[in-house]
């Protein structure tokens, strides 16, 4: 998974420069003129800004698919060894207590 989220972010870093050149572009054709080649470079922009809204739609899926997993298999293992996480918020707790008594 790791890499296919790499490969993701990869890809939507290559299409968000391919968006600002493609907008650098259309900026110089139609710094005075509505040609149709200026619309054709307008389409084009478009689409490479509709492709990257896609992937960062995939990669924010992929993210919150990731959270919701981790939050699952944290609750699992807090349901498995009770007693140990009892112990562990008592440490904390404990810490916690000596770190402010001594202000």
Do not use: C, F
Not at 24 to 31: G, I, P, Q, S, V
Not at 74 to 95: C, F, I, K, R, S
Request: net charge neutral; hydrophobic share 45%; no cysteine.
């Amino acid at each position: 998974m790791p890499d296919t989220t790499q490969a993701q972010k990869d890809r939507l870093i290559r299409d968000l420069h391919s968006v600002v050149a493609e907008a650098e572009a259309l900026l110089k054709a139609t710094a005075g003129q509505a040609s149709e080649g200026s619309a054709e470079l307008r389409a084009k922009v478009q689409d490479s800004l509709d492709r990257a809204r896609r992937h960062l739609h995939d990669l924010q899926d992929a993210a919150i698919e990731k959270a919701r997993a981790a939050g699952r298999a944290t609750d699992d293992y807090v349901h498995e060894n009770p007693w140990q996480m009892m112990g562990v918020a008592a440490a904390v707790g404990l810490l916690l207590g000596m770190l402010i008594s001594r202000r």
